[in-house]
């Protein structure tokens, strides 16, 4: 009976799926929602969201497929407490804003015509010219009306009767890409760490040798685990300077996740594409280079090589020699990306920029390919993938 | 059956309501999530005293592990026992400990069992609690004995989203996501637990309270519990509520900010914003 929702659900990006459906059917049936529409908003959203980042999508599909469907006591007619708008708009506005207001012609008129604009008001609206809605620029929502000041949800709620709670999408904040904090990367990179504890069993497990003694009556059984290796190896390189001066915060956070999670954590500088030479310290640079050939001496084929950089820069950067735009060098990036792709077998590349805009910059393509299409975004999702390839 | 409101001393909203009911009528978990200091935990308290259940609490740690919940073999005493030659020795059910979720399947009356910040546990954790919350019972290697509930508990299960949940393990709770709580929600909170508060000054102190929650830089934003700490301090102080009102210069950062602001960057910030104002008045 109400499939339709459930499909427009999933269109919608809400997994939600067959059982959950019969637990909502199945709380209806028991009478957990009543009569209301406000019940069964709730219901269905506690039994089909599971997440409150999806919470938002369920208000919009909310809205759309049950669109018309009012309370069965009949909404009463929407009135503006006219008295309440003035007090909050005086609280609020500043004495220039007034002013404007008056050039309007006076606050009174305004409020008529916001009145007015209500009762034509069919439904919600999103970005339009005229209508009082969010995100829209009609004169109401250039005072800072709306949607804090006169949001026509936030009167009901006053009475505590949440009538077309889902057209007040309050939790649209909580949609968006989930943010990034360091602690976020850690438990992602956590992934890497775990996947390290494997190898042949030569450790005396104690714990599970007292287990199999206890349980042969007393004589000894010895157990074996595989050593524990968690201490991976990981070499970052990341880019600096230029265009990824925008993704400093992202990375600055990476690095403290990484420094943190990993024992074994050498960092190298370099500049959009690595070439013979990469640097410690970015102030002291002279001071700290380094030869990239030194590093594949230094570091063996067992470290992870991980990138990080936006790939963004002109072709010639990474094909041509002598294409680097603060030296002259002798060999193309391409042949130095060859190069350390072939030492360090596990590699990755972590690219800030969003994925959808990859295939939009011609040296992102060419580094996807140099890579082997191992490049990530610089998102949770793509750092568990690359944890995942890493310790394959 | 018995249907749960908000009590005295904790206000729910409605949807609120409508989940914790829905999870008892299908005897399903309820996950709870929501800001840190929003009332998860006690959300499982109140629940238990309004359906008059008592309340078995299980709070996960990062060691925890899914079978501690079920039952745990003894094997080191009874290793012992052997050597002392103890008669009990010969019955391995003696050393058998019992979990928490057992404690609440054997229960004689219905129970709510609270498994608390389950996220803080390994990744996996959830998965290997499906079939045990799914059919509320499991199976005892050591005495070939299954062990399944009486009644079906109430499970509540909080979350503070630091790690993902399994899909598998999310189709089968009713979820609800407690949002911060508006002006008005927050005033009924208050007054729940503090009746004698004085209008005035809780009218100054929510002033000061949303003012700092509006501030987006902040690390953690002061939250309920942090609120509540909060005013009982200035009642104790006997703080007069002028001393909040006060926006000018010198008194930018709120008297006893301690209890709302809990990291040295949040107070490092209210001090330089604080620096900022001054300078601005001067």
């Known amino acids: ?392 | 059956m018995a249907q749960f409101k908000g009590t005295d001393t904790y206000v729910a909203s409605r949807e609120l309501e409508v989940a914790v009911n829905a999870a008892v009528a299908l005897q399903r978990p309820l996950l709870v999530k929501g800001e840190p200091g929003t009332g998860k935990t006690v959300l499982a308290h109140e629940i238990a005293a309004a359906l008059g259940y008592p309340l078995i609490e299980w709070h996960v740690k990062s060691t925890t592990k899914a079978q501690q919940g079920l039952y745990e073999y003894d094997a080191v005493s009874r290793l012992r026992d052997g050597q002392l030659g103890d008669p009990r020795v010969h019955d391995i059910a003696n050393y058998i400990v019992r979990g928490k979720l057992w404690d609440a399947f054997e229960a004689d009356a219905p129970v709510v069992l609270l498994i608390d910040e389950i996220d803080k546990a390994d990744i996996e954790f959830p998965n290997d609690l499906l079939l045990e919350l799914d059919r509320m019972q499991f199976f005892v290697y050591e005495t070939r004995k299954t062990i399944a509930a009486k009644h079906r508990p109430v499970v509540i299960i909080t979350s503070n989203n630091e790690k993902e949940l399994p899909d598998a393990f999310l189709r089968r709770c009713f979820f609800h996501y407690i949002r911060f709580p508006d002006r008005e929600t927050m005033e009924m909170i208050v007054k729940a637990h503090y009746p004698e508060i004085r209008q005035d000054l809780l009218r100054e102190a929510l002033n000061v309270f949303f003012d700092i929650r509006q501030v987006n830089e902040l690390k953690k934003k002061p939250a309920t519990s942090e609120l509540l700490d909060w005013l009982k301090l200035l009642t104790i102080e006997d703080m007069p509520p002028e001393a909040l009102r006060s926006s000018d210069a010198k008194t930018a950062i709120p008297p006893l900010y301690g209890a709302l602001l809990k990291n040295e960057q949040d107070v490092h910030l209210f001090e330089r914003l604080a620096f900022l104002a001054r300078r601005r008045g001067g």
């Open chain 1, 1 to 392: 009976m109400f499939a339709p929702f459930i499909l427009a659900l999933r269109a919608a990006g809400v997994p939600a799926s067959i059982t959950e459906y019969l637990a909502l059917l199945r709380a209806m049936k028991e009478g957990v929602a009543g009569f209301s529409v406000d019940d069964f908003y709730h219901l269905s959203r506690a039994a089909l969201v599971k997440d409150e980042r999806h919470l938002d999508r369920f208000d919009r599909v909310f809205g759309e497929i049950f669109k018309g469907l009012e309370s069965p006591t009949g909404e009463a007619p929407r009135e503006l407490p006219a008295e309440w708008l003035r007090k909050i708009a005086e609280k609020t506005l500043t004495p220039e804003e007034m002013a404007q207001i008056e050039a309007l012609g006076g606050f009174d008129a305004l409020m008529e015509a916001l009145k007015k604009r209500l009762e034509e008001q069919k439904g919600r609206h999103q970005g339009g010219s005229k209508w009082i809605g969010t995100a829209g620029t009609s004169p109401f929502g250039a005072y800072g009306y709306n949607p804090e000041g006169v949001r026509i949800g936030q009167e009901e709620s006053r009475h505590r009767r949440a009538t077309k709670v889902w057209d007040q999408r309050t939790f649209r904040d909580l949609d968006e890409d989930e943010a990034l904090s360091s602690r976020n990367m850690k438990v992602a990179l956590r992934r890497l760490r775990r996947f390290a504890r494997t190898g042949a069993a030569t450790e005396l497990d104690i714990p599970g040798t007292i287990g199999a003694t206890a349980r042969n009556g007393g004589s000894l059984d010895l157990h074996m685990v595989p050593e524990r290796h968690n201490a991976v190896k990981v070499l970052l390189l990341m880019d600096i300077g230029g265009s990824m001066d925008d993704h400093i915060r992202i990375c600055q956070e990476l690095f403290t996740a990484a420094r943190s999670e990993f024992k074994h954590l050498e960092f190298w500088y370099f500049h959009n594409c690595p070439y013979e030479r990469v640097w410690r310290t970015n102030r002291r640079r002279s001071e700290t280079e380094r030869p990239m050939m030194e590093l594949m001496r230094t570091y063996g084929p067992d470290w992870r090589l991980v990138f990080v950089g936006d790939a963004t820069m002109g072709p010639y950067e990474i094909i041509q020699p002598g294409g680097s735009v603060e030296h002259w060098n002798e060999e193309s990036g391409e042949v130095w990306m060859n190069r350390l792709t072939r030492h360090f077998r596990k590699a990755a590349w972590l690219n800030p920029i969003d994925k959808d805009h990859w295939r939009y910059t011609q040296s992102i393509s060419i580094m996807q390919r140099l890579m082997e299409n191992r490049m990530h975004p610089l998102t949770l999702a793509g750092l568990e993938s690359m944890a995942r390839e890493l310790a394959r």
